[in-house]
């Protein structure tokens, strides 16, 4: 088993004529504008009360706790963007802001280590009785996690003491000692955030309360199921066998899954933390779960964009193939997930399958999650929409067709947010003798390798153009070797090393082309991946998109809108031979290439009949695409993904 880590943030400095915008949106509009919501500053917007929760925790404020069970994790969200936002800007006053918030999580702290601001009060002894819903373990995973963040970016502690005190809390209550109990979460979050945790002080408890949380998942006699019959209450809680074990990956054993199952976003958490407690500990068996259930995901269960999460009952998966555009899920945080896995993957084995599916949901399935002025973000991401169905439509009542403000439950804006301030470090990982480039992102990064240090700076234009200038420049001249990802979707790529010509057959190596050498101050690496457009078919079994193409162009998958197409958008079909050409326009959408050609419509009708033996006349009509991640920024209006073919 391969074992590379990703390099960490400290040390990536993304610089990217793409990414800019999303860095500086973040830093400049997001994390102001969420520090309000989540202090309730905006008026208009949904209330939140998760600073106030915590002011009333600490006995500082007066009132009940407001907001979902798992109020506190959009906190914990927060100070995480804020975490990667300062790792790569100095920011003094957001910086004083954050301590003074990490100030009032620690003065709410209980004196045994817990805390969650809903079990305070009346609701103290409903404590770790209710695993199903309650989402403390989840909440307390987001805190774990912002505290390393917050740690690593300020070498402040304060946080970092908070979470330890609570994961020794947490490590006292659970595990497989007989007088522990033997319980996990129902939404998982706090397994991979344990392993972060083990990560920064070498705690080997907390590897191990990880892996407990992983392996006593689905066993018999299971937990959850258990928890429910021995509830005095039954009104409280939901039936986990009426709503199904699977809907937490609670139905069996995690070794033994084959299929992508239940909530997805707590099935990406689980398999992220699988693939890192896999590459600890040098796990094949779990190793070999999470490549079976990788497959299944991508090759049975994903959307084009991206997506995952086929129906809105159960937030999750159904079955293989069953993909429909217009009721999809796809929920911007399990496209996240998806991506937090795919690095932990990619990690565990170095297969450029990994890269690509992070990419795809990067630049598509998350980034369509929020406008492009970053103030307004969708939850479910369809891939076809008709405003008017999905106003009037009971399956459809969870596609909403322009984006929101702020949402009641706002587990995506936070998620976004800490994403795409971490950006940089999804791009490299390194192993002993060896530096990986991911994903083409323009910047700086210094990889440890081969016990040199070695500065690596990439300019590229992607995701628009596939060139990729890369220079390498080690302290000293050494030997090591270069892996640059030839994205699958690229047929033709090539790649010059200091101005000659490299044949990639013989040094490519799942999917990585391998250079080995001695390499020393600047040498020059020049990649090209040209970005030829692509139609895309989707397989048979996919019932929705038969007879139907999607549009790609290197990483991006194209749409249509009504503004450029005018309505009934499924009535276009393009012909299979019709030529398509790509255009950059500056001036739109914030600067986007534009996919253009000529379709068919229907032109007169034979009658206004709802119902007629003869068909339409066809008339040209002019098409036009815009990548995925850039609709709904002109208004509300149709959309489509899968277009017809004729
Ligand atoms: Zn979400």
Known sequence: ??????????????????????????????????????????????????????????????????????????????????????????????????????????????????????????????RWTNLTEDHELYCAGHLIEAAVAYYQATGKDTLLRVARAFADHIDSVFGSEPEKLKGYPGHEEIELALVKLYGVTGENRYLKLAKYFVDERGRE???????YENCADKSKYRNPREWG????????????????????????????????????????????????????????????????????????????????????????????????????????????QYADICERALY???????????????????????????ANRHDQRHVKTTRQAWFSCACCPPNLARLLASLGQYCYSYGENEVYV??????????????????????????????????????????FTLCLRIPGWCDKPSLRLNGVNVELGPITEN????????????????????????RIYAHPNVRMNAGKIAIARGPMIYCLEENDNGSVLTDIALPREAALEASYDPDLLGGVMVISGEALRSGELP??????????????????????????????????????EC
Request: net charge negative; charged share 25%.
């Open 221 to 227: 006699p299971n937990y959850l199921d258990a928890e």
């Open 245 to 352: 074990l699977k809907y937490s990956q609670a139905h069996l054993p995690v070794r033994e899954q084959a299929t992508a199952e239940g909530h997805s976003v707590r099935a990406m958490y689980l398999y992220a933390a699988m693939a890192d407690l896999a590459r600890e500990t040098g796990d094949e068996e779990l190793a070999e779960a999470c490549k079976r259930l990788w497959r299944n995901v991508t090759q049975r269960r994903m959307y084009i964009t991206g997506g995952i999460g086929s129906q809105a009952y159960g937030e999750g998966f159904t079955i293989d193939y069953d993909l429909p555009n217009d009721r999809s899920y796809t929920e911007t945080c399990a496209s996240i997930g998806l991506i937090f896995w795919a690095q932990r993957m990619l990690n565990l084995e170095a297969d450029r």
């Open 364 to 390: 598509n399935g998350v980034l369509a999650g929020m406008s492009l002025d970053g103030k307004k973000f969708f939850y479910v991401n369809p891939l076809e929409v008709w405003p008017e169905s999905c």
């Open 438 to 479: 991911h994903l083409y992102v323009g910047g700086r990064a210094v990889a440890n390798v081969a016990g040199n240090k070695v500065q690596l700076a990439q300019r590229t234009d992607f995701p628009w153009d596939g060139r990729v200038e890369l220079t390498v420049s080690p302290e000293t001249a050494g030997e």
């Open 607 to 644: 009658s206004d009949d709802l119902y007629d033996t003869k068909p339409s006349e066809k008339v040209v009509a002019s098409l036009k695409g815009i990548p995925y991640y850039a609709w709904n920024n002109r208004g509300e209006g149709e959309m489509l993904v899968w277009i017809r």
């Open 1 to 126: 088993m391969q074992s590379l880590k990703s390099i960490p943030l400290q040390q990536v400095q993304v610089d990217d004529r793409f990414w800019n915008h999303y860095t500086s949106l973040v830093r400049d509009v997001i994390i102001p504008y969420q520090r309000q919501v989540l202090n309730d500053e905006l008026p208009g917007v949904e209330r939140s009360n998760a600073f106030e929760n915590f002011r009333i925790a600490a006995g500082e404020a007066e009132g009940d706790f407001y907001g979902e069970v798992f109020q506190d994790s959009d906190v914990a969200k927060w100070l995480e963007a804020v975490a990667y936002s300062l790792t790569t800007k100095s920011d003094p006053e957001l910086e004083t802001i954050a301590d003074e918030v990490i100030d009032l999580i620690a003065r709410a702290q209980e004196p045994d280590g817990y805390l969650n601001t809903f079990f305070i009060g009346d609701r103290k002894d409903q």
């Open 511 to 534: 999917g990585y082309a391998k250079l080995t050498r001695l390499w020393s101050e600047g040498d020059r690496v020049e990649l090209d991946f040209p970005m030829e457009i692509k």
